[in-house]
Every structure is written in structure tokens, then in C-alpha cells.
């Protein structure tokens, strides 16, 4: 379960989110919408603790504050949009690894998460490769298995199909699909939002303009168009 | 051939180091350090003439040290615009320019040999700090971001441009420290992202391995030292 209360955060003068509240119940996949400069990239960081505004955030009843860090950051997998940002190692198998050895674990059990999560992501024979060898749509792939290793409870993906061709963008959506996890999705892919996310919040100007199911959100053309999601 | 990564990568540098301590002018000697190179490449199925061809890339660094040909003082083999061509001035030049096409050599015979991820784990092996070891390898990570970023940009510029007039070499250049500048900018933006993705993966500022690195076993020191000793013939003055 994820709740946020109230939650404001200023780039300099500039507010960027004003009274964001919403949660997310155990097992949701929700789509995040809105139009660019809307805030979805600075809630999804805050949902890490990247980004520290005023306000409340709780994942699975742990308050984020200085202290419980560690914990949100293991809970939380934080998906960039540019793959490039998210693969840093120099190997497959390093970059999947970083989350579990910072989590302190064991090798033999660092080892075995990171076979699981490539394993999740159909990335397993890619391991011992160079992240800079890989198509957008493996990066993708492996970026997702980054976080998947550190077993979190919330997916927060920001822009997940963007770059994709139809091929890998399907194939992504499939993988997603299957996995068990709580999402929150950014996107302005609304077939995306349309095929597997079955709750919306719609962000604008920094302001929590809509939450609720997404078939009643695309229903309502006079409002996508007047939050920018259609042209 | 050696597995262990960190005695192939010391076994390179102590190459250069024995190829830099030999005397100026020993060209039997510089000789012999090349045939102990093509011999090494042979054996590992990379070509000398591909390896040689590939080093010739650092012939117009090595011209820096062209001048010595004027300054030293010796005896002249030849004039050139009324300015003495000096023998140990040539010979010193000379030597400077086997060396770095050796080296240059040795360098991509090691990099083909070992290849990025194992290059990293021999710095590890040899002792690299690990903070040190981070930033090596963020920076060969996103040497290829950059130059497809940088390709990218040129390709732009290039579109439009309007191809009818050749720029001079100074337009050129203006534009490609433009562009130096753009991308400088870009990587400042790329690595605050980068250092956000790290955090949110939980890097607290420590370095940590999986592995502390492996040493190497009896048989890779006798084979590292056996060819330490090599080496040492090859240079001594018999």
C-alpha cells in the first residue's frame, strides 16, 4: 500500500506539485498521466526519497523520513526514462547486482536475484554483456531487471515505451503485465494506459486534477483535451 | 596465454617499462622487443600487420619530439632549409617513434586481449582504488553515449548546413567547439541523472564488490616472472 499526503515541492519559486494525495492499493497498476512540465517525474522521485517536499509518504507503512531511507529505496524501483541513465556498469550482470549488493546481501544471494530478475525479463543470456551493446528494447528490459532484483513492492516506471518500436513496445507491455508488483506507470502512451493499467491519475501543473478508473478517464474527451493528453 | 586479467594488464605495463629503459639508437634490441610482440599476438591469433597497421595512429603525437632532430648537438648527416640534421638528434627521434608505435601496439594487443569488463577487473586486481575504479569505469561506460550524442549533433548541424560552399577550417573548428561545449553541458545534465539513478538504487557514497579480486595462482607467477626474466635478456647488454 502506498499513500501520499499532501505533498508540495518548489523547484526554486516554481511549484512544482501542490497538495499531491492519493494511494495505491496492494497490487495496482495505475498510469500517471499529464502534460510535460505536469510533475510526474519529480513525484515518481519522490516516491524514493530523491526529491524531499512537505508532506507525508507511506510505503507499506513505513513513513519516508532520513531514517527509513534504506528501506523506501528497497521498496521502491525507480525505472528512468533513458535506460542510458539507469545502466551505469559495465556489465549486465553488475548493473542488476548493484541494488542487492548495496541491500548488503550475501554474494551467493546477489548471485541468485540476479538470475531471477533477468530471468523475469528474458535478458538471462545477456548477462555478461555490455549494456552498450543492447537494443532500446533490451536496455529497457534490463533496466526493469535493475529494480526487479531488489525485490521491491512499487514499480515506479517513468515513460516505459517511449523510443520502442511496436515489436518491443508489445513485448514490454506483456513483461509488465505479468509481473505481480504495484506500479505506478508515467506516460502519455494512452494504449498503454488503455492495455494495462487499470486505475489513472492525472497530473497538471502540478496539481492532482483526476484519480480514478482509467476507462472512465478516456471516456471523458473534454477532459484529456484540456489537460493536453490528446491533441 | 595468462587468464589471470591483472598479470596480463602488469605484464603489458612492464613491457613498456622494459621498452623505455632500453638504450637510444639499439635498433637490434628494439627489434627484438617487436618480434617478442608480433610473436605474443601470433599466439594469440591477433595479426601484427593488423596490429601494426592500427598503431600507426600515433605517429603525429610522437612528432612532438621532431625538434630534437634540430637541437641536439652532434655531428650533421644532412641540412634541411640550411638547418643541421643532427645523427643523436635523429636517432633519439627515431627511437621515441619505435617506442610509441611499440607501445601503442602493446596497448591494443592488451585491450583486444583482456576487452573492457576484464580491463576493469585487472585495474581491480592490481590495485586500483575502488573510488578511482568507479570513475574508470563511468567513463568508458559513457564514452559510447557520448560519441553517439556527439554524432547525433554533428549529423544535425551537418543537416543543415546547406552544402553548397566548402567552410573553411576555421568555421569548422568554431562549430566543432560549439558543439564541445553543447555536449559538455549534456554530460553535466547525464551525470546528475546518473548519480540520481545510483541513489535511488541505494549508493551511499561507499564503494562496495561483490568479489574482492581473485590472486593469481603459482603457475601465472612463474609464467609472469619466466617472462619478466625474458624480457630482462632481451635488454640487457650481453
Redesign the interface.
Known amino acids: 500500500m502506498v499513500t501520499v499526503e499532501d505533498l508540495c515541492f518548489h523547484y526554486g519559486s516554481r511549484e512544482v506539485l501542490k497538495n499531491v494525495a492519493f494511494r495505491l492499493p496492494v497490487g495496482a497498476k495505475v498510469g500517471l498521466l499529464g502534460p510535460n512540465g505536469a510533475g510526474k517525474s519529480t513525484l515518481l522521485?519522490h516516491l524514493?526519497g530523491?526529491l524531499q517536499g512537505q508532506g507525508k509518504i507511506v510505503i507499506d507503512g513505513l513513513t519516508l523520513e532520513a531514517k527509513s531511507l534504506?528501506q523506501i529505496?528497497?521498496k521502491?524501483g525507480?525505472v528512468?526514462q533513458?535506460p542510458?541513465?539507469?545502466?551505469?556498469?559495465?556489465?549486465v550482470f553488475e548493473d542488476v547486482?548493484?541494488?542487492p549488493?548495496?541491500?548488503g546481501l550475501p554474494?551467493a544471494e546477489?548471485e541468485e536475484r540476479v538470475s531471477r530478475a533477468l530471468a523475469a525479463v528474458g535478458m538471462e543470456e545477456a548477462r555478461?554483456r555490455?549494456?552498450?551493446q543492447l537494443s532500446g528494447g533490451e536496455k529497457k528490459r534490463v533496466a526493469l531487471a535493475?529494480?526487479l532484483s531488489?525485490q521491491p513492492s512499487l514499480l515506479a516506471l517513468d515513460e516505459p515505451t517511449s523510443g520502442l518500436d511496436p515489436r518491443a513496445r508489445r513485448s514490454l507491455i506483456e513483461l509488465l503485465r505479468s509481473l505481480p508488483n504495484t506500479m505506478l506507470v508515467a506516460t502519455h502512451d494512452l494504449a498503454l494506459l488503455e492495455e494495462l493499467l487499470e486505475d489513472a491519475l492525472v497530473l497538471d501543473g502540478g496539481q492532482l486534477v483526476f484519480q480514478g478508473k482509467t476507462a472512465d478517464l478516456l471516456a471523458d474527451r473534454e477532459r484529456l483535451e484540456r489537460h493536453g493528453l490528446v491533441a | 596465454m595468462l587468464k589471470h586479467s591483472g598479470l596480463t594488464l602488469g605484464l603489458s605495463v612492464t613491457y613498456l617499462v622494459w621498452l623505455g629503459l632500453l638504450p637510444v639508437g639499439d635498433w637490434p634490441r628494439l627489434g627484438l622487443f617487436a618480434g617478442l610482440l608480433w610473436v605474443v599476438g601470433l599466439a594469440a591469433g591477433r595479426s601484427p600487420l593488423r596490429l601494426a597497421a592500427k598503431s600507426l595512429a600515433v605517429t603525429p603525437f610522437s612528432l612532438a619530439a621532431l625538434p630534437l632532430v634540430f637541437t641536439v648537438p652532434g655531428p650533421a648527416w644532412a641540412q634541411l632549409a640550411g638547418h643541421p640534421l643532427s645523427i643523436p638528434g635523429s636517432e633519439r627521434f627515431l627511437t621515441i617513434l619505435l617506442r610509441a608505435w611499440l607501445g601503442a601496439q602493446a596497448g591494443l594487443l592488451t585491450l583486444s586481449l583482456l576487452g573492457r569488463p576484464r580491463l576493469l577487473l585487472a585495474l581491480s586486481q592490481l590495485g586500483l582504488p575502488p573510488l578511482l575504479l568507479s570513475i574508470v569505469t563511468l567513463m568508458l561506460r559513457y564514452l559510447e553515449v557520448v560519441h553517439q550524442e556527439l554524432t547525433r549533433m554533428n549529423r544535425a548541424r551537418e543537416a543543415r548546413s546547406s552544402g553548397s560552399h566548402r567552410p573553411s577550417w576555421w568555421w569548422r573548428a568554431a562549430k566543432v567547439g560549439q558543439i564541445a561545449g553543447s555536449l559538455l553541458v549534456r554530460s553535466l545534465d547525464r551525470g546528475d541523472r546518473v548519480y540520481l539513478a545510483m541513489k535511488s538504487r541505494g549508493y551511499d557514497g561507499r564503494e562496495r564488490r561483490l568479489y574482492p579480486p581473485a590472486p593469481p595462482r603459482t603457475g601465472e607467477w612463474l609464467a609472469f616472472g619466466l617472462a619478466q626474466i625474458g624480457m630482462l635478456a632481451l635488454s640487457w647488454k650481453w
Open positions: 522521485l524514493n530523491i534504506p529505496r528497497q521502491v525507480l528512468f533513458d542510458d541513465d539507469q545502466l551505469f556498469c559495465s556489465s547486482a548493484y541494488g549488493l548495496y541491500q554474494a546477489v555478461q555490455s549494456s552498450h535493475t529494480v531488489m
